[in-house]
């Protein structure tokens, strides 16, 4: 699965980003895609915020921020939708959600170390240390 190699300038919540979209989504069956500050930024928001459905398929992201939220969508240039949900019944506060299926770049992140459930047992992620701190 390929995505249009293209690239955009994404105002983040702390950052304006260049992000080479090539860098990261365009990848086959024997490769891996090329680790870029960009790609660690997507791999942080998915580690936090995200989630591996036990589809495995299918990637959600969540958050309170929806400028976040929109950042996250330009940087994988995503055509789905941002739905709205309630945090907790007792709150009137809103998250906002947006759910993809990439089975090559879900099962790359299974390689780095993310899965399903990370919530109750999240593990070291491979990531080379040059990017740690895009990752945050």
């Not at 990261?24 to 680790?35: I, Q, V």
């Not at 309630?86 to 759910?99: E, G, M, N, P």
Request: charged share 20%.
């Amino acid at each position: 699965m390929a995505y249009a190699a293209v690239s955009k300038t994404v105002e983040g919540n702390l950052m304006r980003v260049q992000l080479p979209l090539s860098a990261f989504l365009t990848m086959d069956k024997d490769s891996s895609p090329r680790w870029t500050p960009h790609l660690a930024y997507i791999v942080g928001l998915i580690t936090t915020d995200g989630s591996l459905s036990k589809d495995k398929r299918h990637i959600d992201f969540t958050s309170t921020d929806l400028q976040l939220l929109r950042t996250f969508k330009k940087c994988l240039s995503l055509k789905n939708s941002v739905s709205e949900k309630s945090v907790s019944i007792k709150s009137d506060k809103k998250a906002y959600h947006i759910q993809f299926s990439d089975v090559n770049f879900y099962n790359w992140l299974l390689t780095i170390g993310l899965m399903p459930n990370k919530t109750y047992h999240l593990g070291k992620i491979n990531i080379p240390g040059s990017y740690f701190r895009d990752l945050l």
